[in-house]
């Protein structure tokens, strides 16, 4: 069976990171059936300790990702992923700016892309890649991640009112963009160039793809319930609104990818 963990990071790291996660499924026969990737606002480092995942590119073949894969956030659906075998996964999620802040990366570069984080980052990462997997446990992997990341933030850049901003409305995906930018001093226009830099996403764009990760959530919490009452809930003002986003953001309709949609242990 898919066991799914999750962690927050303690008080230091919260302005760079979101939380921590794994997945693990000790079955050399299990398969996750290969399914489409949304357009996401994540940003993340995983790491696979068992069997690395398969990703296809539109109608290409399955490739195996990256040993330690960073992920920046995804306008565009296309990718499909598979799990299979021995799963054993630990994920860095991190805040809208966290990786900028952190690693100093311009990430309207890395948009749409599963990269190397041993090529984007350093040779560092593989140090802790063997203490996540030499410790014994979650908990053990989350107190290793944190003492490496903890390092990483003595040098980081400190935060700014931009980056408040992209906290706020990661928050509230309801702030106009003429708020955020008082809240981070500075113009709209000023506010929208920094923002792409540093998460990778126009803040409209941002606050759509955030509301739309709400509406797979509120589906995952209640499987049973009409579009319409999740949509809702998700912040969707009708379910056209909804049902536009669905389609641009998997390149299905709604239900037919919920349906699809498989169960990774967690809400998604």
């Known amino acids: 069976m898919l066991s799914y963990l999750a962690a927050p990071p303690h008080a230091a790291l919260r302005g760079v990171v979101l939380r921590f996660s794994q997945r693990r499924c000790r079955d050399a026969h299990r398969q996750v059936p290969a399914f489409g990737l949304p357009a996401r606002t994540d940003q993340f480092i995983e790491f696979y300790l068992g069997e690395p995942v398969q990703v296809a590119q539109g109608g290409g073949a399955p490739l195996p990702a990256p040993e330690i894969v960073l992920v920046a956030p995804h306008t565009r659906p ?11 996964t630990f994920t860095v999620h991190f805040q809208p700016t966290g990786l900028h802040r952190l690693f100093g990366l311009p990430l309207q570069g890395l948009t749409d892309q599963g990269l190397s984080a041993v090529e984007v980052l350093d040779r560092q990462v593989l140090a802790l890649r063997d203490a996540l997997a030499a410790a014994p446990d979650f908990a053990g992997r989350v107190a290793g991640a944190q003492a490496w990341l903890a390092q990483r933030l003595l040098s980081a850049r400190a935060a700014d009112g931009l980056d408040l901003a992209a906290l706020r409305l990661a928050a509230d995906t309801s702030l106009p963009q003429r708020t955020l930018a008082q809240l981070a001093n500075c113009s709209e226009r000023h506010l929208h160039r920094r923002l792409v830099e540093r998460s990778g996403v126009a803040p409209k764009l941002f606050a759509r793809l955030l509301r739309f990760q709400g509406l797979l959530a509120a589906q995952r919490r209640a499987p049973t319930e009409s579009l319409t009452v999740l949509a809702l809930q998700a ?11 669905c389609r641009e953001f998997t390149g299905q309709a709604p239900r037919a990818f919920l349906a699809a949609w498989p169960d990774l242990g967690a809400p998604s």
């Open 235 to 245: 912040g969707y003002f009708d379910q056209a609104h909804c049902i536009r986003d």
């Open 78 to 88: 296309g990718k499909r992923l598979q799990m299979q075998g021995d799963i054993d």
